[in-house]
């Protein structure tokens, strides 16, 4: 029997795995490429801020003041100011990064608190210094400390060339005070190197990330106008295909309509036999429309092979299309033209591909048509294929289509993150029966 206490612990253990799943869905998986480098970004910013006065101020004002009593108030004083700047700190990482990022203002006087404390940091280390009770290295140890974290959030906020000068104009100050307070050239030195290292380590951690992600977020952004520019191209494309359908017939219908009136003037018969033709022409233009409308006309699939690509390239997915689909049959191409149509939508509605093979090919007297995409989940094979549902959509609804052809369907994972779909149809006698040699229609 297994004792009760291992049981609960079990329990225990299985609850917590499930919570961080659960967060990690919640916090990580719905978020966006963009929006995870984003939260990293952050959460090293934090973590930044948080090292130096950890390892940098902690340890050696511990140290150094154990064996003067007397001091040990300032040091300990100093040690409560470098953790409050770090909380301040990590508070303002994010509005100052909205302000760098356009999205936000940040208020005029966000940095004061950050400036009093970091005012109160270095009047607690020249006093200090000037009591003897820290030495050199030490002292620009600590000086570091407190300025890295007012670094990183003030670097957000102003131009380089601002920042740059006012750290020159801080160094000389700390420079000509703590050269009164101990005095020292090699001190004078050592305080503008510190200085240095604060001001180009907070520039390059923050400045260039943030640049990063300013670069990120375009990118983003240009990827969703592209995408958006595909949709209309599609609506401007279907409302081709209804002028296609309506001009004509309407045209017809016109023409006939006024002849019927110039013969039903002169009393001929023959205006009955017109009109009975512009009902007939207005049936049949009834039926053209539901069909586009409802999307049940014969899918051209060069058109959808080319819409696929893209469509995929202006989502940021690489898309490779290698095929020639001229010389099939209209109902095969109508047929794999869906597939094509399904299986490019759910590689951007499932996974998270970033690229994408579409190929076509003839051997055996079957049209074998392959969508191949590397963004298949670790939890289910239908990723990039779609969900079995009814209504006509994902796997079911292909295979329902291709049945009409007697064709085939086939889905799953190929290995890896490559998620494969082979739609295959047999060709009618007297189609092109030998393998034919494909062609990159994308060059």
């Not at 100093?78 to 509005?95: D, H, K, S």
């Not at 400036?115 to 050199?136: P, Q, T, Y």
């Not at 401007?236 to 359908?245: A, I, K, M, N, P």
């Not at 202006?314 to 191409?333: D, H, K, N, T, Y």
């Amino acid at each position: 029997m297994v004792p009760l206490g291992t049981t609960a612990l079990r329990t225990g253990v299985r609850r917590v795995l499930e919570r961080l799943r659960g967060w990690q869905r919640r916090h990580w998986g719905e978020r966006s490429k963009a929006e995870r480098v984003e939260l990293q970004s952050v959460v090293t910013w934090n973590g930044t801020i948080w090292l130096f006065p950890l390892s940098w101020l902690l340890p050696p004002i511990t140290s150094g003041l154990v064996r003067h009593p007397a001091s040990l108030a300032l040091g300990v004083l100093l040690i409560a100011v470098g953790l409050l700047q770090c909380l301040v700190a990590c508070r303002l990482t994010r509005p100052a990064l909205d302000h760098y990022l356009g999205r936000s203002e940040l208020p005029a006087r966000a940095h004061r608190g950050a400036a009093l404390l970091l005012a109160l940091a270095l009047a607690l280390l020249v006093a200090l210094v000037a009591l003897g009770r820290l030495d050199g290295p030490t002292s620009r140890m600590v000086l570091g400390a407190v300025l890295v974290p007012f670094g990183m959030t003030y670097a957000f906020t102003v131009p380089v060339g601002v920042f740059l000068r006012r750290s020159a104009a801080l160094s000389a100050v700390l420079a000509g005070v703590l050269l009164l307070a101990h005095p020292s050239g090699l001190g004078v030195v050592a305080t503008a190197m510190a200085v240095a290292f604060a001001t180009a380590f907070t520039l390059l951690a923050a400045r260039c990330g943030a640049w990063t992600l300013a670069v990120l977020w375009e990118a983003e952004r240009g990827r969703e106008i592209q995408a958006r520019l595909a949709v209309a191209e599609e609506r401007l494309r279907f409302g081709r295909d209804l002028h296609d359908v309506l001009g004509r017939n309407l045209s017809v219908i016109s023409l006939k309509s006024e002849l019927a009136v110039q013969l039903a003037r002169r009393g001929q018969p023959e205006a009955v036999e017109q009109m009975i033709e512009v009902q007939r022409i207005a049936q049949e233009s009834q039926r053209e429309v539901r069909a586009v409308v409802r999307g049940y006309r014969e899918a051209d699939l060069g058109a959808e092979l080319a819409g696929a690509r893209g469509v995929l390239e202006a989502a940021g997915i690489e898309c490779e299309v290698r095929a020639e689909p001229a010389g099939l049959p209209a109902g095969v191409q109508s047929a794999l033209g869906w597939v094509v149509r399904e299986a490019t939508t759910n590689v951007l509605r499932h996974g998270d591909a970033r690229r994408c093979a579409v190929g076509l090919s003839v051997r055996e007297g079957r049209a074998v048509l392959t969508v191949e995409n590397d963004g298949a989940s670790a939890g289910g094979a239908d990723t990039g294929g779609g969900a079995d549902s009814g209504g006509g959509s994902g796997l079911a609804g292909l295979r329902e289509r291709l049945a009409v052809v007697a064709g085939t369907l086939t889905a799953g994972i190929a290995g890896g993150n490559r998620f494969r779909l082979v739609a295959e149809v047999p060709l009618p006698t007297g189609a092109p029966r030998e393998a034919r040699e494909v062609s990159d229609i994308t060059s």
